[in-house]
C-alpha cells in the first residue's frame, strides 16, 4: 500500500541543505519513490501546527520506506540534512483496511 512521509522541515542554511538534495534526490527515485509536495507557505486550518516548509515524499510501501531509512548509503546524508535543517517526520500508509 502507498505510504507517505509527511516532513516538518525548517532549513537553517540553504547553501548547506541544497548539498543534501542533490545528493538524496537519486536514493529517493531509486526507493521508487517521488516527491509529492514542498510549500514554504502552506495554510493552517485548525490547531498550532506551523511547518516553515511541508514536504511530502510518496513511496510504495511503508516498507519502502523503512528501506530506505535505513539504508547505509543514506546514513551519511542524515548527518548532512541534520547540520543544516531540523526536521520532524512522520509516515502513513494510504488504504490501510478498516480506514
Known amino acids: ?4 512521509v ?15 538534495v542533490d545528493a538524496v534526490t537519486p536514493l ?5 519513490a ?10 493552517t486550518l485548525e490547531g498550532d501546527w506551523r511547518p516553515p516548509t511541508l514536504v511530502i515524499h510518496e513511496f510504495p510501501s511503508k516498507e519502502a520506506v523503512r528501506a530506505f531509512w535505513d539504508a547505509p548509503e543514506y546514513q551519511p546524508l542524515k548527518a548532512l540534512r541534520r547540520r543544516h535543517s531540523t526536521v520532524r517526520v512522520v509516515v502513513g500508509e494510504a488504504g490501510r483496511p478498516g480506514h
Open 1 to 4: 500500500m502507498t505510504a507517505y
Open 6 to 20: 509527511v516532513i516538518d522541515l525548517d532549513v537553517d542554511d540553504p547553501a548547506g541543505f541544497q548539498q543534501y
Open 28 to 32: 529517493i527515485e531509486k526507493a521508487g
Open 34 to 43: 517521488r516527491n509529492l509536495l514542498i510549500d514554504d507557505d502552506c495554510l
